[in-house]
């Protein structure tokens, strides 16, 4: 179990063997730079655990992580030089393979608050309310590997949202009758969507009501007139196509979140089921077709 980059590699590391080099960056991150006391750091579910180290190419340690007996994935840390180059998300995605071929239907973890969006990325999802772990405020969130997993509030609805964004490659659609405010203008939701606008591709968003977004002012029409060759928005008009009830968020790498009912925050999503993405993709295609542009959004000085 190894993944590799020109920069890092990720494998499996036993833990007595190992001890040093896990040493060397859960207590550099967790004990001198966080502050969690070292007797809190090393507990008995680390020798039952599955670990993955991370190295650069001089073979130095620079990031650890682990899967525990109970089925939850944590100390996960990078150090700070390392942070924002792919060293985590090849972790975690080491992680979630070595859970897929255990059998394991759920995985949970303890995100620290500010890494929400990080492990929603990969359809982690909250559950419950946010707690002190160490002095630290986290969240608890969980995946159901290669299955559904239900949305029933905002959290989730933004943390499903983010992880149909991050998994698209070059399309991404939105049909939302009236823009959800919440969570299609969340500041995180924003920040990820100009991303994927600047630096993948194409979002296609389809409205009921086209002057929904001008009452709450939406964050995504300044968006759109600053990137308005990748972000586009039409008003559905047919009354055929004004009739459907739900909403949704899919793309073209196999991701969705719906909503049976557009007005509510409940409903599923995944990452990985491209013959659902696909039916959402040609259900979206026809009304994009036979709606009106919303050209007005280009004037708005908003």
């Known amino acids: 179990m190894s993944r590799a980059t020109s920069d890092f590699k990720v494998e499996a590391i036993e833990y007595e063997s190992g001890?040093?080099?896990?040493?060397?960056?859960?207590?550099?991150?967790?004990?001198?730079?966080?502050g969690v006391p070292l007797e809190l750091e090393w507990d008995a579910?680390?020798?039952?655990?599955?670990?993955v180290i991370a190295r650069n190419s001089a073979g130095t340690p620079i990031g650890t992580a682990r899967l525990t007996p109970e089925r939850h994935i944590g100390r996960m840390a990078v150090l700070s030089p390392w942070r924002g180059r792919g060293v985590g998300d090849a972790m975690l995605r080491t992680l979630l393979a070595r859970a897929v071929e255990l059998g394991w239907d759920k995985?949970?973890?303890?995100?620290?608050?500010h890494a929400i969006p990080?492990?929603?990325?990969?359809?982690?999802?909250?559950?419950?309310?946010?707690?002190?772990?160490?002095?630290i405020d986290h969240q608890m969130m969980a995946l159901h590997p290669g299955a559904t997993n239900p949305v029933g509030d905002r959290a989730g609805a933004i943390a499903a949202t983010l992880g149909v964004i991050a998994s698209a490659r070059r399309l991404l659609l939105i049909y939302s009758p009236e823009l959800d405010t919440g969570v299609l203008d969340a500041p995180e939701i924003i920040t990820a969507l100009r991303g994927f606008a600047i630096d993948k591709g194409e979002i296609r968003i389809l409205l009921h009501d086209a002057a929904a977004p001008q009452r709450h002012q939406s964050p995504l029409i300044a968006l759109h007139q600053r990137l308005p060759s990748t972000i586009a928005f039409r008003a559905v008009e047919e009354p055929f196509d004004r009739s459907y009830a739900s909403a949704y968020t899919c793309n073209d790498g196999g991701g969705y979140y719906f909503r049976p009912i557009a007005s509510?925050?409940?409903?599923?999503?995944?990452?990985?089921?491209?013959?659902?993405?696909?039916?959402?993709?040609?259900?979206?295609s026809p009304v994009w077709e036979r709606a009106r542009p919303c050209s007005e959004y280009r004037a708005l000085g908003i």
């Not at 001890?19 to 966080?34: G, H, M, T």
């Not at 995985?107 to 608050?113: D, G």
């Open 107 to 113: 995985i949970s973890l303890h995100a620290q608050v």
């Open 45 to 51: 579910l680390d020798p039952a655990s599955h670990h």
């Open 264 to 284: 509510r925050m409940e409903g599923d999503t995944r990452l990985d089921d491209r013959s659902r993405a696909r039916h959402l993709l040609n259900l979206f």
């Open 118 to 135: 990080f492990y929603a990325r990969h359809g982690f999802l909250p559950v419950g309310p946010r707690f002190d772990e160490a002095g």
């Open 19 to 34: 001890l040093s080099d896990l040493r060397a960056v859960r207590e550099a991150v967790f004990v001198q730079e966080q």
